[in-house]
T-cell receptor, first 115, second 109 residues
Framework: NAGVTQTPKFQVLKTGQSMTLQCAQD?????MYWYRQDPGMGLRLIYY???????DKGEVPNGYNVSRLNKREFSLRLESAAPSQTSVYFCASSVTGTGGWDEQYFGPGTRLTVT | QKEVEQNSGPLSVPEGAIASLNCTYSDRGSQSFFWYRQYSGKSPELIMSIYSNGDKEDGRFTAQLNKASQYVSLLIRDSQPSDSATYLCAVRGASKIIFGSGTRLSIRP
C-alpha cells in the first residue's frame, strides 16, 4: 500500500500561472481533503470531499478549485497563482465514521513557491 | 479565542523524562480528538485518537481527555531524541475538524 501520494513534490510558479496538484489514495477511504500549512498558522482546510461526487469549501477556499475524479483521486487547481499561495499543501484521506470525519492520513506534501 | 489552542513551545524535556503536551478547545460539542506528530519537513502522522473521557494508552503514549474542562493532553513516557518533533492537536466537532498550530518538543540528551 502506498497510502496517500501527491505530485509534484516541489513547484515554482510565476504570478498568474496555473497548475493542478494531484492526490491519490489506495486505502479505499471515502473522504479526502486538501490543506495548506503556513508557518505559525497550523493546517488550514481548503476543500474537502466527503464522498465521490461531492465537494465542499473549507476555511480558505478562495483562489482554488477541486475535482473529485473518482474514489481514489482528488485534485486541487490554482487558476491564477498569487504569492499569497506560497505554502506547503497536504492532501489527506479518511474513513468517514458515524456522525462525521475520523482519523486522517496525510500525503507527503507539495512545496509550492509563487514568485 | 482560537478554536484549538496549543502552546507553541519549544518544550524542552530531558531524555528519559515524561513530556506533557496540552491542548484546549472551544467547541463543547466536539466529539473526536487526535494527536499528530510532524517531523520538520515531513507530513503529519497520526499517533493517537481518543473519543471518550479518561485515558487511552498506546505504548509510551497516553492521551487524556476531559470534556468538562475542554482539554486534551498527550503524555510521552521515557522520552527519546526521536520524539523531537511538532505535535498537532486536532479536534472534530459536528461539521469540521480544526487543527491547533502545534507544540514543538525538543528532547535533550
Amino acid at each position: 500500500n502506498a497510502g496517500v501520494t501527491q505530485t509534484p513534490k516541489f513547484q515554482v510558479l510565476k504570478t498568474g500561472q496555473s497548475m493542478t496538484l494531484q492526490c491519490a489514495q489506495d486505502m479505499n477511504h471515502n473522504s479526502m481533503y486538501w490543506y495548506r500549512q503556513d508557518p505559525g498558522m497550523g493546517l488550514r482546510l481548503i476543500y474537502y470531499s466527503a464522498s465521490e461526487g461531492t465537494t465542499d469549501k473549507g476555511e480558505v477556499p478562495n483562489g482554488y478549485n477541486v475535482s473529485r475524479l473518482n474514489k481514489r483521486e482528488f485534485s486541487l487547481r490554482l487558476e491564477s497563482a498569487a504569492p499569497s499561495q506560497t505554502s506547503v499543501y497536504f492532501c489527506a484521506s479518511s474513513v468517514t465514521g458515524t456522525g462525521g470525519w475520523d482519523e486522517q492520513y496525510f500525503g507527503p506534501g507539495t512545496r509550492l513557491t509563487v514568485t | 479565542q482560537k478554536e484549538v489552542e496549543q502552546n507553541s513551545g519549544p518544550l524542552s524535556v530531558p531524555e528519559g523524562a515524561i513530556a506533557s503536551l496540552n491542548c484546549t478547545y472551544s467547541d463543547r460539542g466536539s466529539q473526536s480528538f487526535f494527536w499528530y506528530r510532524q517531523y520538520s519537513g515531513k507530513s503529519p502522522e497520526l499517533i493517537m485518537s481518543i473519543y471518550s473521557n479518561g485515558d487511552k494508552e498506546d505504548g509510551r503514549f497516553t492521551a487524556q481527555l476531559n470534556k468538562a474542562s475542554q482539554y486534551v493532553s498527550l503524555l510521552i513516557r521515557d522520552s527519546q531524541p526521536s520524539d523531537s518533533a511538532t505535535y498537532l492537536c486536532a479536534v472534530r466537532g459536528a461539521s469540521k475538524i480544526i487543527f491547533g498550530s502545534g507544540t514543538r518538543l525538543s528532547i535533550r540528551p
